[in-house]
């Protein structure tokens, strides 16, 4: 509990400036304009408490703030454990000091508490009874601010004292107004932080700065025991960053802050600067590789903190989910630029992707053994640059790197066994090369790196080369998938298939199995995209081969992953069968897949599968038109409701609700009553309060008609057309969103619910013209519903349309009419009938019956 020495300004003048003119026409190059200031500063560390908490970091915080100060040219006080007494001396002397200098500092870390709208530093020498006479025995910051006004044009107050609350809970301060409650954690706007009146002897006023460590009513963190609290940590890193105005410095330091503390942490700061100030007065000169990579970094910590509140939260879920360092994942999203997925649902897709592997680049890279001191020393540069999200300098590393092997390689002629670890480092400096432009999602540069790396080690290293060519198989694949590009997915199913012929053939391995499954994610992407099914039934093939292959006993969590997928294809490839076969096998994959992964500890995986063996059940009891089968899916939606929360990952659970909406509808609908009609109503709500236009507007065009599809349920069961009209008003939503150019399949659904909803409204209002609308949202419908593309579809639509025919003919007397509506019916009837419905067959036979009957009218 020493007082410290104090450091004279020598250099103060070249370091630290305010300009004189206003903030509004000043910009940094501007620095002829400016004239040296003086500057005090007070630090004050409070580790060693008597009676309350001790805090391990504040001395060395103190310390090394003191020593940066001391080097920017501040004449420095330093108070280690100070107790009341001490620290009323030193803030006193501190308030003298400041009388005739242009900038006063004070760095406080320590307990802090707030109370009643006051702000308190917590004296080592305090205890629960403080509390009492907080006067006496606490620190108030309001006054202290006060008297600074009074004394320094600029004050700046940093307050790294956001701990939690050092005395029991529930304890209250005594203040002239009576008690108040001491906040549970961290600080809040003190009553001097904003800006006071200026009096009539005080220096002319150009401001105040006040840095709180966490948000209002937000703890900080101390950071490891005999280190730097984050937050100093993020000063000792950037205050003196030259260029930069202080209000950038001040947000790059609570950017690095959030950055480093997984977003656990952000710092706030209250500033009422009139004037642009600068710690450095010429900006800092690029040279060197440790400043290329602070330069990018400091540009990436401005650009995080203009990142929209959505983005934010799926970039720290995605690094969460797999404990990858949010600096590192924000800088693959700023290497994204302009092509950042609007939807964030696909923004979210590929966060993750990317995170899974930079987590498999990290395991291996462990391995690593190079020779090459030039090598090793940038590689090491690329890594750091990495994780600081630097992604630009990681790239240029590589490529100083790779032209290191490309001189190198031209002098490789020394023995054989020399030979192959050179060209096995050559090739791991192209697959690092490869890694970071993966992540920086530039897959076919990529690629080309993972080829050029299979091409060193092809000859020498059979396990490596086949490593090398998966990759290059998956970047490509990476690319197609991103880009939609067929082309693309199909030079990597080309790329799978070379990789799987450099394994053995005559035993199962893991690694063939994996290429394998790999070759089958490439051929499902490609069939989705696809008229007909023959890719998809292809992957089923590749899956299904897996899955009995005996991999379960081998690699239990690969086999679990291929089961998954199968479920997936299956489920894909029945939207365009028939039957319910496809279904009810993927719920059985999908089953089986919930064997292998635990709740407890792979809650959002299991979620996801468990959903999945929903959906199958959903579509079951859908073309079965079986209750039973429809409402085990409700169960299993609600059951996975449980598990994954809004919170754990709110897009996922929006599709939850979403599905859990359709299959209420699905039993609603074929039962008298409307109560699981609301409750569906409710879910699609639900679902769309997260998945909104401005978000996610295909997801949201799909929640639209979902709606739609329940309330024209609700509608057909209530008096009048109320129901009816907002179903078709959903509808008309969907369709601005589902566009015929941007998803064909997409907009024929929503112009055959349409049509529906619009002829019974008409029917039910004696309005011809609604019929007609409905009839001609039907005909559009079959523009896309062919009995090629969608032959289930194309039946229902041509069933829904002989019937609004008949309707329209029979009123009109008219004998096109009810010709078409026999046609359209006939054609309905011969497929439901091929197909293998005889549930159809009745109500076919009677409606064909009653168009005969209308049209013998006639003659």
Known sequence: ????????????AALLTLFLA???????????DARP??????????????????????????RAVDRLLGELGFDVTSVTDGDKAKLDRSLQRFVEDAAGADVALLYYSGHGIEAGGENYMVPVSADPS?????????????????????KVPVAIVLLDACRTNPFPPG??????????????????????????????????????????????????????SGGNSPYAAALLKHLAAGGFAFGDVMTMVAEEVYVQTGGRQRPWTNASLRRLLYFGLS????????AAIRGEHRKLLLTIATTPPDTRRIVEAAANSEAIPLGTLYGLLAALGT???????????????????????????????????????????????LADGAVTAAIQFQQQAKARVAQLSKTVDQAEADVKARRIEFAEVYSRSGDTYFLAFQQMKAADDYRKAFEEVKKWDANLAWHYKLAQANAIRAYGTFRGDNKALQVSMRTFAEAAKLLPQDRLTPQLVMTQNDLGVAMYMYGERQGDSASLEQAVGIFSRIVSSGIKQVDPSLWAETQSNLGTTLISLGTRKSGPEQYQQAAVAFRSAQQVISRAQQPLKWALARRGEADAEAWIGLRGNDPDRSREAVNAYEDVLTTLTRDLDPLSWAAVQDSLGSALWAIGDRLDGSELLQQAVQAYTAALSENTRERVPLWWAAGQNNLGNALSSLGQREPGTQSLELAADAYRGALEEWTRERDPYDWATAHNNLGHTLVITGQRSGNDSTIESGIASYQEALKEWTRQSAPLQWASLQGGLGIALLGLGRDRADEKLLRDARQATQLAWTFYREAGYPQFET??????????????SLK
């Open 22 to 32: 206003m903030i509004s026409h000043v910009p940094p190059a501007a620095a002829n």
């Open 283 to 290: 900006p800092e000169q690029v040279t060197g590789d440790d």
């Open 1 to 12: 509990m020493r007082m410290g020495g104090r450091h004279s300004g020598c250099i103060f």
């Open 130 to 150: 403080s509390l009492t006479d907080a006067g006496k025995t606490l620190v108030p910051l309001s006054s202290l601010l006060a008297e600074l006004k009074a």
């Open 37 to 62: 200031m003086r500057g005090v500063a007070l630090v004050i560390g409070e580790s060693r408490y008597y009676n309350l908490p001790l805090l391990p970091n504040p001395a060395n915080d103190a």
């Open 843 to 856: 109500s076919f036979r009677d409606r064909m019956a009653e168009i005969d009957q209308a049209l013998a």
């Open 171 to 224: 304890a209250t301060i005594t203040t002239a107004s009576g008690p108040a409650p001491v906040a549970a954690a961290g600080l809040n706007l003190t009553r001097g932080a904003a800006p006071l009146a200026d009096t009539t002897d005080a220096p002319q006023r150009l401001g105040e700065v006040i840095g709180f460590a966490a948000e209002p009513g937000h703890a900080a963190l101390d950071g490891d």
């Open 339 to 385: 092509d950042v997925p609007s939807d964030p649902r696909e923004l979210d897709r590929l966060l993750r992707g990317q995170t899974e592997y930079l987590k498999t680049i990290i395991a291996e890279r462990q391995a690593l053994k190079s020779t090459d001191v030039d090598i090793v020393r940038l590689s090491k540069l690329a890594e750091q640059a």
